[in-house]
């Protein structure tokens, strides 16, 4: 009798769908695992559906309402293993740029019917509310790597992920410093690697889309980028992007500001 191929599911909660995406761009290398997986549950792929327990899900977007709160619950119950995968899932994305704001007076602005609008106050990470097998990080992730991480649980070992910053894959890659060389702002030091150091190979700061590394020193990150004249407003806002909840993004943004 040939073996039962393990069950695949992804599932959407608050987000833009890119991460989604990512995984159906990896084409020919999601071919190459294709044949020991069942896609079993995946809309923005396939009709069908098969209901029951999935040896892997994989889950896109952040929770900002309570009927999504409980609808995780049932997601984890599920599935045997759970990876949030992009910056929503992970870190709440960047509609968690309500949780420092006032989310009614957002809606009045605009939306034409506000009562129409059934949402919490604040935009959270998966692991907020379930526990989670594993999170990989951007926005939106790399295809490279949700390869590695599908193909990692489905021999039951762990993904290989790198920890470390952007900053070591700007040196692998042979990049000029542009802090060094121009002055100019960059997170890579505190942000997590997975892009191949993307924006400074083209002369551009990192922006932090991945999110924190491990072990950032934001304070003194946020030292240097002060010599390079940014004000308290200035680094308040540079952490608020896609990450703004993460908790060493969110920290260091509420020492400059609100
Ligand atoms: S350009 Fe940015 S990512 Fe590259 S080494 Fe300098 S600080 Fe690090
Ligand atoms: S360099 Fe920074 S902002 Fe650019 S893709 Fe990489 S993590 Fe994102």
Redesign the pocket.
């Known amino acids: 009798m040939p073996k039962k191929k393990p069950r695949l599911a992804v599932w959407k909660f608050a987000s833009c769908d890119g991460c989604q995406l990512s995984l159906l761009d990896c084409e020919d290398d999601l071919l190459a695992v294709a044949d020991a997986i069942e896609i079993a549950y995946f809309p923005e792929a396939r009709r069908g559906r098969i209901v029951g327990r999935y040896d892997l899900s994989l889950v896109e977007g952040s929770i900002t309402t309570a009927h999504d709160s409980e609808r995780i619950k049932d997601v984890r119950k599920r599935s045997r293993h759970l990876v949030t995968i992009g910056a929503c899932a992970t870190a709440g994305g960047i509609q968690a740029l309500r949780n420092f704001a006032d989310v009614k007076e957002y809606v009045s602005i605009v939306y034409a019917q506000p009562d129409y609008i059934h949402t919490l106050s604040t935009s959270t990470a998966i692991a907020d509310h379930v526990p989670v097998d594993f999170e990989l990080r951007g926005c939106p992730i790399n295809k490279r790597q949700l390869v590695e991480v599908i193909s990692a649980f489905l021999v039951g070992r762990r993904p290989a992920t790198p920890p470390h910053s952007?900053?070591v894959e700007?040196?692998l890659k042979g990049?000029v410093?542009?802090?060094?060389a121009h002055g100019m702002p960059?997170l890579?030091?505190v942000t997590h690697a997975g892009c191949n150091?993307l924006c400074?190979s083209f002369n551009r700061?990192?922006y932090g889309c991945y999110g924190p590394m491990e072990t950032p020193n934001t304070r003194s990150l946020s030292r240097k980028l002060a010599e390079l004249g940014m004000d308290r407003r200035d680094l308040e806002r540079i952490y608020r992007t896609f990450n703004a909840n993460a908790e060493a993004f969110r920290e260091e943004s509420k020492r400059h500001g609100s």
């Open positions: 952007v900053c700007c040196k990049n410093c542009v802090v060094v960059c890579g030091p150091a400074p700061g990192c």
